[in-house]
């Protein structure tokens, strides 16, 4: 099935990078919610497309994700993502906002407002 495949594999090898989102917009056509974005930020974070993630990531959060633990990973990967993008309003507003309502996610909140803070600093 496609979810076997997208989850496990086929043959029990996890699928390479263009089946992977092939998958995924199978997905996409299948569920109307920001899972299959999602997904698909995943795939692209994982070979440090940043730049490419930050859409699907915005698509997914627009869309809404299914699971409180989706919605969780999500800001986390937002944060990495516009830390790498050197977003640094876009993380300040994200730290402070989504991030910071979170308790779970509060000690990473914080973690990215330091780093934010020693980014924002004047060279020394």
Do not use: K, N
């Amino acid at each position: 099935s496609m979810r076997g495949a997208l989850l496990l594999g086929e043959r029990f090898q996890m699928p390479g990078p263009g089946r992977a989102m092939q998958l995924t917009q199978e997905l996409d056509a299948l569920r109307g919610d920001g899972l299959a974005p999602y997904l698909a930020a995943r795939q692209l974070m994982g070979e440090s497309a940043y730049a490419a993630a930050l859409v699907p990531l915005r698509v997914a959060e627009q869309r809404g994700l299914p699971l409180p633990s989706l919605v969780r990973e999500h800001r986390r990967m937002l944060a990495i993502t516009l830390y790498a993008l050197e977003r640094w309003d876009e993380l300040d507003a994200h730290v402070r906002g989504p991030m910071a309502e979170d308790p779970a996610l509060r000690t990473l909140a914080e973690y990215w407002r330091a780093r934010l803070e020693f980014r924002r600093a004047p060279s020394r």
